[in-house]
Antibody, heavy 119, light 111 residues
Framework: EVQLVESGGGLGQPGGSLRLSCAAS????????MNWVRQAPGKGLEWVSY????????FYADSVKGRFTISRDNAKSSLYLQLTSLRAEDTAVYYC????????????WGQGTLVTVSS | DVVMTQSPLSLPVTLGQPASISCRSS???????????LHWFQQRPGQSPRRLIY???NRDSGVPDRFSGSGSGTDFTLKISRVEAEDVGVYYC????????FGQGTRLEIK
């Protein structure tokens, strides 16, 4: 069974940093593109970042470019998102989501981890 | 950015009755490889999103056949043939042809 389990959320200070993790199991992680998607409280879904299977291609939404860094460790079947220069508008549940090479975007999602930015 | 516009934003439906959600994009979603990367997601209350339909009309594994997707170019529709109680939640369309953008979401509730 495919599982994606996020962790690392919590309270962050404005201007501060947090590191999110996503532990994958039940599939060959190194073969799959991965993403982060977030959802502010009571709001819709917003794609945040993309990383190819070998980490050679990375994209960010304009709203986080220069502040967030996506990475992965295929040996550990783990995906990461480093959040820096946090802003109140970064408050959201952050989901990791897998792309399937056959069926396309976001075929599997984790349960999410909540990031709250407040002083 | 490609803007995805869903309607209605709120959809009260009687159990057993059909439901339909429209999604319109500000540009054609046909990619250079011939595919149209338009997908539909369901988010039940308190749960993570779940993909229902990929590339316009393909149901994901385990998705009941009362869900169907159709459309082309810039106009797409998600239909539920007979709404059940477990269908309550928010439905999002998403395009992956020009970067990635989601619709605002349509909240389905039982009348």
């Amino acid at each position: 069974e495919v599982q994606l389990v996020e962790s690392g959320g919590g309270l962050g200070q404005p201007g501060g940093s947090l590191r999110l993790s996503c532990a994958a199991s039940g599939f060959t992680f190194s073969n799959y593109v991965m993403n982060w998607v977030r959802q502010a409280p009571g709001k819709g879904l917003e794609w945040v970042s993309y990383i190819s299977s070998s980490s050679d291609t990375i994209f960010y939404a304009d709203s986080v470019k220069g502040r967030f860094t996506i990475s992965r460790d295929n040996a550990k079947s783990s995906l990461y998102l480093q959040l820096t220069s946090l802003r109140a508008e970064d408050t959201a549940v952050y989901y990791c989501a897998r792309d399937c090479p056959v069926t396309s975007h976001f075929d599997q999602w984790g349960q999410g981890t909540l990031v709250t930015v407040s002083s | 950015d490609v803007v995805m516009t869903q309607s209605p934003l709120s959809l009260p439906v009687t159990l057993g009755q059909p439901a339909s959600i429209s999604c319109r994009s500000s540009q054609s979603l046909v990619y250079s490889d011939g595919n149209t990367y338009l997908h539909w997601f369901q988010q039940r209350p308190g749960q993570s999103p779940r993909r229902l339909i990929y590339k316009i009309s393909n149901r994901d594994s385990g998705v009941p056949d009362r869900f169907s997707g159709s459309g082309s170019g810039t106009d797409f529709t998600l239909k539920i043939s007979r709404v059940e109680a477990e269908d309550v939640g928010v439905y999002y369309c998403m395009q992956g042809t020009h970067w990635i953008t989601f619709g605002q979401g349509t909240r389905l509730e039982i009348k």
